[in-house]
């Protein structure tokens, strides 16, 4: 089992920034590849950031490309979402996600970009860019 607990989340301009942490407990850190995943009303949940067991690789949605990053801190079991220059359409529920499995040979580079493989979710946290 995997605990997932999001924090960051709020009320932000178009153009300012926040900065969303997952703390997960439960397993080894180091063992679990992490993404963040969104969802706006109305519509499906979205893939936005994914990051390798290692926090050396990274993958993006074009949508976020240029303005967050993904970060990790397995020393404290932790991780991020920068997110700049936000605009109204980043509006959504955040959720960050932990895959056991994924990667074969390429264990600790493998970076999930899909919520089909993804084992555990938090349960979310509001961001709202007002216009």
């Known amino acids: 089992q995997v605990q997932l607990v999001e924090s960051g989340g709020g009320l932000v301009q178009t153009g300012g920034s926040l900065r969303l942490s997952c703390a997960a407990s439960?397993?080894?850190?180091?063992?679990?590849?992490m993404a963040w995943f969104r969802q706006a009303p109305g519509k499906e949940r979205e893939f936005v950031a994914g990051i390798s067991r290692s926090g050396t690789n990274t993958a993006y949605a074009d949508s976020v490309k240029g303005r967050f990053t993904i970060s990790r801190d397995n020393a404290k079991n932790t991780v991020f979402l920068q997110m700049n220059s936000l605009k109204p359409e980043d509006t959504a529920v955040y959720y960050c996600a932990a895959a056991l499995g994924g990667g074969g040979f390429n264990y600790y580079s493998y970076t999930p970009r899909t919520s089909n493989v993804m084992d555990y979710w938090g349960k979310g946290t509001l961001v709202t860019v007002s216009s």
């Open positions: 439960g397993r080894t850190f180091s063992t679990v590849a």
